[in-house]
């Protein structure tokens, strides 16, 4: 069942895709395949129009926040049902993920940008300050692209998009041709809230359409998607000496500790593997649980993943997998697990009883490190849960991956939580908790290693928007700048012994 499917088009047409429901297989429509010159033509009217909404006022900007936070309320339903259509997840997770954050994304920004983004006085060091004073000015990069994945279809256009617009530019988002619709909302969104024509466009497309973005001249690109996909957005984006963001794959692990709360942490470990069916970048992909509580754990894991539904209509808990690409991988990951002596506890398989792209909810266990369901990320709704000795060997396990994107500890004794959070090297660590990660708009989010580069969200999140750009201020006016030449042996002595006087002694410290 292909859920994109190229269109028979003839010379000189653009390409098109025909896009289906991973639940139903129902026809979805046809979306057309954005070339370059229909991309330099958004960059172009994005550039047009970038001027005037840089100029405006934050309260101006946040004005038209508040009004898309309106409309999101009002047309919550029909959002929703465009993101299930084309993602196949639960109402509720749309809801959440989608419709929740996107209100809070635009009501967090609105309100905080202008604090964040407000120039800035700085105590300038040393002598330095008695001739000179600066401020640092956040400046809008111009024109940024978005370019997103399918697993969040929405809100991971929307969320960079809302910051990049309150800091002054104008946005180009590229969804991805797997979830075209779910990402032309943001357009929809934001013309029904008045925005200026030409800020926000969405190019409809595939990898082509991305590679076009990247090629066009835009100032930044805010990448969301694969580590594979990632690094040919960076390896362009460095030809074009443009800055980048890459958030990127994961495959983060949950260390469960003996003095955890073995229900609690049951619950956790459900929320992290099945929560839009795995296919969730913060996703639990392994498990470590400390040998002495191993068996309980398992018990009460297994309980209670059995009695998860899956489905397409009426209440489900657990929903389908996007597209056939994904589906083959966890296939592959759970068949080589197998193969290598690991054992299913619950699922295994596609659902036999569900016609779409449907994988059971699944448990596995005696899994090792060299199999490819703790290694590669699988991104499906597949738990392995291996046992280790104690909480050192949990750690050594957790870091031995090329990903550092989250991971979550659950353990009763908060401090020994922070202190294995100190030593895991992943972008985000969760104590007791592994839903807060993207979704705190006021913290940095952004993967380690091959996790990412740079941050979406918290204050530098935002000021990636922009360029931090230093203006200085001579006190005299530029007198000491003016008598620079004629150069001379006189002068070179006399800044000999100005540097001796100033850092050779005491006086160095209270000059730095
Ligand atoms: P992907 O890399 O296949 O595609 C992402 C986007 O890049 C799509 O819009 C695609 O059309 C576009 N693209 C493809 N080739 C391109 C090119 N050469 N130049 C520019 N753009 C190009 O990723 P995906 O399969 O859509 O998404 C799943 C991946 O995203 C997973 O690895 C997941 O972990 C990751 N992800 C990460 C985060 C995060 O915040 N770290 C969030 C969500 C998803």
């Not at 991973?22 to 297989?25: E, L, N, S």
């Given at each position: 069942m292909a859920i994109v499917t190229p269109v028979e088009t003839r010379p000189g047409e653009r390409r098109r895709l025909a896009i289906a429901s991973?639940?139903?297989?129902e026809p979805l429509g046809e979306i057309e395949v954005a070339n370059a010159a229909d991309v330099a033509a958004a960059v172009e009217a994005a550039r047009k129009a970038q001027p005037a909404w840089a100029g405006l006022s934050f309260r101006e900007r946040a004005r038209v926040m508040k009004r898309a936070i309106s409309t999101l309320i009002e047309r919550q339903d029909e959002f929703v049902d465009v993101v299930l259509a084309e993602s196949g997840k639960t109402r509720g997770e749309a809801l959440a993920m989608e419709i929740f954050a996107g209100c809070d994304a635009l009501s967090y920004w609105s309100k905080h940008a202008e604090r964040i983004l407000r120039p800035e006085k700085v105590r300038l060091h040393g002598m330095l300050r008695l001739a000179k004073k600066a401020r640092i000015h956040y400046r809008p990069l111009g024109v940024v692209g978005v370019i997103c994945p399918w697993n969040g279809p929405f809100i991971l256009g929307l969320n960079p998009a809302v910051q990049a617009l309150m800091a002054g530019n104008a946005v180009l988002v590229k969804p991805s041709e797997v979830t075209p619709r779910s990402g032309a909302l943001v357009a929809e969104l934001f013309e029904a809230a008045g925005l200026p024509e030409g800020l926000l466009q969405v190019l409809t497309g595939d990898g082509e359409t991305g590679a076009a973005l990247v090629e066009a001249g835009v100032d930044k690109i805010s990448f969301t998607g694969s580590v594979e996909t990632g690094r040919k957005v960076a390896e362009a984006c460095a030809r074009k000496l443009i800055p980048c963001t890459l958030e990127l794959g994961g495959k983060d692990p949950m260390i469960v500790c003996a003095d955890a709360d073995l229900d609690n942490a049951a619950g956790g470990a459900l929320a992290g593997a099945f929560m839009n069916t795995g296919q969730y970048c913060c996703g639990t992909e392994r498990v470590y649980v400390v040998d002495e509580v191993a068996d309980a754990f398992v018990e009460k894991v297994v309980a209670r993943a059995a009695e998860l539904r899956q489905g397409s209509?009426?209440?489900?808990d657990v929903g389908a997998i996007v597209w056939p690409r994904q589906l083959e991988i966890i296939e592959d990951h759970v068949r080589d697990a197998l193969e290598r002596g690991a054992t299913v506890r619950v699922g295994g398989r596609r659902n036999p009883d569900l016609e779409g792209l449907f994988y059971e909810p699944t448990v596995l266990t005696d899994v090792t490190h060299d199999m490819k369901i703790m290694?590669?990320?699988?991104?499906?709704?597949v738990l392995p849960i291996m046992r280790v000795r104690d909480e050192e060997e949990a750690l050594a396990r957790a870091n031995d991956t090329s990903y550092g994107l989250a991971a979550n500890v659950w353990t009763r004794d908060v401090g020994r939580g922070q202190e294995l959070a100190g030593r895991i090297v992943a972008g985000s660590v969760g104590i007791n908790d592994m839903t807060m990660t993207y979704g705190a708009p006021e913290t940095p989010f952004g993967g380690r290693k091959e996790s990412g580069v740079g941050a979406v969200n918290g204050e530098s999140g935002l000021r990636s928007f922009c360029h931090a750009q230093p203006v200085f201020v001579d006190r005299f006016g530029g007198k000491q700048t003016a008598g620079t030449y004629p150069h001379s042996v006189k002068k070179d002595e006399g800044l000999k012994r100005v540097i001796r006087f100033l850092w050779a002694g005491p006086l160095s410290r209270w000059l730095s």
């Open positions: 991973p639940a139903t297989g209509s009426g209440e489900f290694r590669d990320e699988t991104f499906g709704p």
